[in-house]
């Protein structure tokens, strides 16, 4: 028997309802791919979109930064990506060998009143077993009141073998709607790997 609140089943049978459901948009794949762009589906359809990351891995891994996964927004349909963004970026680590742990805030990481792409992630190598996985939210992108935030998680496989969480949140701070959002590494290709878009009903 499930808990019912006002009329509505909250739990049943171990099962949350939280009063909502993801409802898929669409799907790109990369292969050697300089960019993936999202220029439809965002729209005043759902107050909140979701982009799913699935084992994204780089073409390329410079050797003192490892590869860095970055997005940002359009205010005219993907013909320019440079909205104003306002954001903080912390993450932990710990490596393979159980030597390393670390929680720190990332100030080169975040932005402040920038035009520049959005970093999700700080070290990712390139090795065939080392890959990014992970999630952005973007809460009511076509708002005309109000900034635009977001919300990223993502895990990574670093170039020097630890595992690695970066949370990243800000706003992109303008009224206009945000109608575009493009995903692409900072050096070279996305060699392979999937971006899902959800829309929360």
């Given at each position: 028997?499930?808990?019912?609140?006002n009329?509505?089943?909250i739990?049943?049978?171990?099962?949350?309802?939280?009063g909502g459901?993801?409802?898929?948009?669409s799907?790109a794949t990369a292969?050697?791919?300089a960019?993936?762009?999202?220029?439809?589906?965002?729209d005043?359809?759902?107050?909140?979109?979701?982009?799913?990351?699935?084992?994204?891995h780089?073409q390329t891994?410079?050797?003192?930064?490892?590869a860095r996964?970055?997005f940002?927004?359009?205010?005219?349909?993907?013909?320019n990506?440079?909205?104003?963004?306002?954001s903080?970026?912390?993450?932990?680590?710990?490596?393979?060998?159980?030597?390393?742990?670390?929680?720190?805030?990332?100030?080169s990481?975040?932005?402040?009143?920038?035009?520049?792409?959005q970093?999700?992630n700080?070290?990712?190598?390139n090795?065939?077993d080392q890959?990014?996985?992970g999630?952005?939210h973007?809460f009511n992108?076509s708002?005309t009141?109000?900034v635009?935030?977001?919300?990223?998680?993502?895990?990574e496989?670093?170039q020097?073998?630890?595992?690695q969480?970066?949370?990243?949140a800000?706003?992109?701070?303008?009224?206009?709607?945000?109608d575009?959002i493009?995903?692409?590494?900072e050096?070279?290709?996305?060699?392979?790997?999937e971006?899902l878009?959800?829309?929360?009903?």
């Amino acid at each position: 028997m499930g808990l019912i609140s006002n009329g509505t089943t909250i739990f049943d049978n171990g099962t949350v309802n939280a009063g909502g459901s993801l409802k898929f948009i669409s799907k790109a794949t990369a292969s050697a791919s300089a960019s993936i762009e999202f220029t439809s589906g965002i729209d005043s359809t759902y107050k909140e979109y979701v982009f799913y990351f699935v084992n994204m891995h780089p073409q390329t891994e410079p050797a003192s930064t490892g590869a860095r996964f970055a997005f940002q927004g359009s205010t005219d349909g993907g013909s320019n990506y440079n909205t104003t963004i306002t954001s903080t970026h912390f993450k932990t680590q710990h490596a393979e060998s159980g030597t390393v742990t670390d929680l720190s805030y990332q100030a080169s990481h975040d932005l402040a009143q920038s035009t520049s792409f959005q970093r999700l992630n700080e070290n990712l190598g390139n090795d065939n077993d080392q890959c990014l996985s992970g999630y952005l939210h973007l809460f009511n992108p076509s708002s005309t009141t109000f900034v635009k935030h977001f919300i990223a998680v993502t895990n990574e496989t670093k170039q020097n073998d630890r595992t690695q969480n970066c949370f990243v949140a800000g706003y992109f701070n303008t009224t206009s709607s945000i109608d575009a959002i493009q995903f692409k590494m900072e050096t070279d290709n996305i060699d392979s790997g999937e971006i899902l878009l959800f829309g929360v009903n």
